[in-house]
């Protein structure tokens, strides 16, 4: 085992084979153990085998060497995000680009899908674009939401204030400033009655600042609303945990309202369709 950079020996000893030194089967492999784990000292390193002289990739001991993943994946869903400039200082060089679906008849004047007059018209922008898509399901928000609402539950002192996004550094864990830019969105999507409208879509363009097609939404359904309820739930134990009351209130209140209109309403659906 070698330091990366200085490339000294930190520690040395031999290998015992895996599975006997059998081949395993189903990959056509040997393996061999090699056990480093009385090296604690901080640092890069690599592995360096002796009899064939090859090298392993680099890896690192810390205490935190998943730090960097996490951030990383968080900062995933900061560029998934709709209707928000990502400039390069946030974005990076190869990834900065203007704030989307914000033009005429876009998401902050969205109509119906089959019904485009002005009456139709709902500010609905905001929120995570589904994938490599422009569209925003309301019910695929359940799965990212709940895991990122729980993670920090769980453990909130994993999370910081500076993985470089918009709000890094505003005395809020960057996570819950992700959360609430989708339930921010979630919250829009909800009607007056409770309800909650099912998905926004349309448009095709790369960047995403260069898609002009017309965005369009789906009705209000029991699941969106069902799924809506769950995350405000669980969004209002979150902030209030985080000493963000009036936010959490407003949370509890709207899942408060999402719960009795679709017990209400147990049975509405809409098929999405391509807008």
Not at 173 to 201: A, C, H, T
Request: glycine share 8%.
């Amino acid at each position: 085992m070698r330091d990366w950079f200085t490339d000294s020996v930190v520690f040395s000893s031999g290998i015992a084979s895996w599975f006997g030194g059998s081949t395993f089967t189903q990959t056509g492999d040997k393996a061999w153990w090699f056990d480093f784990s009385s090296v604690t000292a901080e640092g890069y390193y690599y592995i360096y085998d002796v009899t064939n002289n090859i090298g392993s990739y680099q890896f690192r001991i810390a205490e935190c060497v998943y730090g960097n993943a996490l951030e990383q994946s968080l900062r995933m869903f900061y560029y998934q995000r709709c209707g928000t400039n990502k400039s390069a200082a946030n974005a990076g060089n190869g990834w900065s680009d203007g704030a989307c679906h914000v033009g005429a008849l876009q998401d902050t004047d969205c109509r119906l899908y089959n019904n485009t007059s002005a009456s139709t018209s709902r500010d609905l922008h905001g929120g995570w674009h589904d994938a490599g898509d422009y569209n925003k399901y309301v019910n695929f928000t359940f799965s990212a939401l709940m895991d990122l609402m729980l993670a920090y539950k769980e453990n909130p002192t994993a999370f910081g204030d500076s993985n470089n996004i918009l709000e890094s550094g505003n005395g809020i864990p960057d996570i819950l400033d992700e959360v609430k830019y989708e339930l921010d969105w979630l919250l829009r999507m909800q009607q007056s009655d409770g309800s909650v409208l099912s998905v926004i879509g349309g448009g095709a363009a790369s960047p995403p600042s260069a898609d002009t097609q017309q965005r369009l939404y789906g009705p209000a359904t029991t699941s969106a609303t069902y799924t809506s309820c769950s995350m405000f739930a669980l969004g209002a134990l979150v902030f209030n945990q985080a000493s963000f009351t009036a936010y959490a209130t407003q949370l509890a209140s709207a899942s408060q309202s999402a719960w009795t209109w679709a017990n209400a309403n147990p049975a509405v659906t809409f098929t999405i369709r391509e807008f």
